[in-house]
């Protein structure tokens, strides 16, 4: 049974910088694919990036590049996601997901079939 | 503003169908045979309930099915259960600069 828990709760200053991880278990992680996903109160999803563990690529939205990394650890079977220069814009919950795949169709991040346990972020003065 | 447009709310009785819109461009859902849908409770994460366009994963009702024509994908949602209220998004691949864009989301009311 594949389970991605996520790390809790975090209440962070703007301008500062926010570390969620994401563990798999149940799963091969090399043969698995990570994407993060945020929603703001009462707004919809919104993709921030995505990573091949076993590749160790990781790819991000035009609208975060520059201010996300993603990165993942084989050995622990563990994905992060890093954002910094915190603005109240980025209070969402922060979702990790993955999915089985191989070759170039782990770059599909629009499909997902297993959601993590999410993180609240909250920023605020 | 979300990539893909959505109606914001749709709505059906039980035993009705319902069927929901995602309109895109050719860069995304006219692109690609990569569309995907969640089906989102209140409190809870997503769950995926068709990915490229019509293909259910296992455990999925064959209640829901997807197509596509041109830019515009499709959600159908036959046999209405009050279950199925919650709220739904379209996502499509949108190749290897853009990756991935979602739609604003439609509440679905069973009444």
């Known amino acids: 049974q594949v389970q991605l828990v996520q790390s809790g709760a975090e209440v962070k200053k703007p301008g500062s910088s926010v570390r969620i991880s994401c563990k798999a278990s149940g799963v091969t992680f090399s043969s698995y694919t990570i994407t993060w996903v945020r929603q703001a109160p009462g707004q919809g999803l919104e993709w921030l990036g995505g990573?091949?563990?076993?590749?160790?690529?990781?790819n991000y939205a035009q609208k975060f590049q520059g201010r996300v990394t993603i990165t993942a650890d084989t050995s622990t079977s563990t994905a992060y996601m890093e954002l910094s220069r915190l603005t109240s814009d980025d209070m969402a919950v922060y979702y990790c997901?993955?999915?089985?795949?191989?070759?170039?169709?782990?770059?599909?991040?629009?499909?997902?079939?297993?959601w993590g346990t999410g993180t609240t972020v909250t920023v605020s003065s | 503003q979300s990539a893909l447009t959505q109606p914001a709310s749709v709505s059906g009785s039980p035993g009705q169908s319902i069927t929901i819109s995602c309109t895109g461009t050719?860069?995304?859902?006219?692109?690609?045979?990569?569309v995907s849908w969640y089906q989102q409770h209140p409190g809870k994460a997503p769950k995926v309930m068709i990915y490229?366009?019509?293909k259910r994963p296992s455990g999925v009702s064959n209640r829901f099915s997807g197509s596509k024509s041109g830019n515009t994908a499709s959600l159908t949602i036959s046999g209405l259960q009050t279950e199925d209220e919650a709220d739904y998004y379209c996502?499509?691949?949108?190749?290897?600069?853009?990756?991935?864009?979602f739609g604003g989301g439609t509440k679905l009311t069973v009444l």
């Open positions: 990573i091949v563990p076993f590749f160790g690529t990781a």
């Open positions: 050719n860069s995304d859902i006219g692109g690609y045979n990569l």
């Open positions: 490229e366009v019509n």
């Open positions: 996502c499509s691949y949108a190749g290897v600069t853009t990756f991935v864009v």
């Open positions: 997901a993955g999915r089985y795949c191989s070759g170039s169709n782990c770059y599909y991040y629009y499909y997902m079939d297993a």
